[in-house]
């Protein structure tokens, strides 16, 4: 059974930083994209960035690139999200995502709600 679990989460202040970690089981995820979203109260989950399966490409939402920066590990079926300059709008509920397609682009992960998905992680940002 394939599971995706993320960890790294928790309480900062703004300008702080925090780094998140999602660890696949179940299946290797060498060849998909991978990538994260975040919930927000209120709000619909959102794109947050995204890393193809080589890693040669990332894609990052316009609200935190610059911030916030993707990279994966295939040996250990993980990606990781650091996430630096934190706001008090960054506050979320963080999953992760892979995608269901081999080889695809982070195109195929962004649009498809039928990826893997995470439990979530709770990032909370302190002013």
């Known amino acids: 059974q394939v599971q995706l679990v993320e960890s790294g989460g928790g309480l900062v202040q703004a300008g702080g930083s925090l780094r998140l970690s999602c660890a696949a089981s179940g299946r290797t995820f060498s060849s998909s994209a991978m990538g994260w979203f975040r919930q927000a109260p209120g709000k619909e989950r959102e794109f947050v960035a995204a890393?193809?399966?080589?890693?040669?490409?990332?894609y990052y939402a316009n609200s935190v690139s610059g911030r916030f920066t993707i990279s994966r590990d295939n040996a250990k079926n993980t990606v990781y999200l650091q996430m630096n300059s934190l706001e008090p709008e960054d506050t979320a509920v963080y999953y992760c995502a892979a995608s269901k397609w081999a080889y695809g682009s982070i195109s195929d992960l962004i649009g498809d709600p039928d990826n893997y998905w995470g439990q979530g992680t709770q990032v909370t940002v302190s002013s």
């Open positions: 890393i193809s399966w080589s890693a040669s490409n990332t």
